[in-house]
């Protein structure tokens, strides 16, 4: 069993930035490749950016895209998303989740078999 608990979250200026981290307990966190989703209230849970196993492969959501960077530190067991140039509609909670296919990169959310409680990221105008 994988638990991923998420810390970094809180109340930010648009403009300004956070990092959000997820720590996994887990004996090797390189079998699984990472992502992170958001949820606002109202909304559908979304993708906001992967990480394969090795780092080597990336993907983001287009509207993050060139704010938000996704890395990971394998011998800490944690993934990391550095948020910069926040925005309003940053809004929302998020959340960690691991993939038991690490080799992929993967942005639908059925792909993930472990998720962590979410962390609430709130931006002011």
């Known amino acids: 069993q994988v638990q991923l608990v998420e810390s970094g979250g809180g109340l930010v200026q648009a403009g300004g930035s956070l990092r959000l981290n997820c720590a996994a307990s887990v004996r090797t966190f390189s079998d699984y490749a990472m992502g992170w989703f958001r949820q606002a209230p109202g909304k559908e849970r979304e993708f906001v950016a992967a990480?394969?196993?090795?780092?080597?492969?990336?993907d983001y959501l287009d509207s993050v895209k060139g704010r938000f960077t996704i890395s990971r530190d394998n011998a800490k067991n944690t993934v990391y998303l550095q948020m910069v140039s926040l925005k309003p509609e940053d809004t929302a909670v998020y959340y960690c989740?691991?993939?038991?296919?690490?080799?992929?990169?993967?942005?639908?959310?059925?792909?993930?078999?472990?998720w962590g409680q979410g962390t609430q990221v709130t931006v002011s105008s």
């Open positions: 990480i394969s196993w090795s780092g080597g492969g990336k």
């Open positions: 989740a691991a993939s038991r296919s690490g080799y992929g990169c993967y942005t639908d959310p059925i792909e993930y078999d472990y």
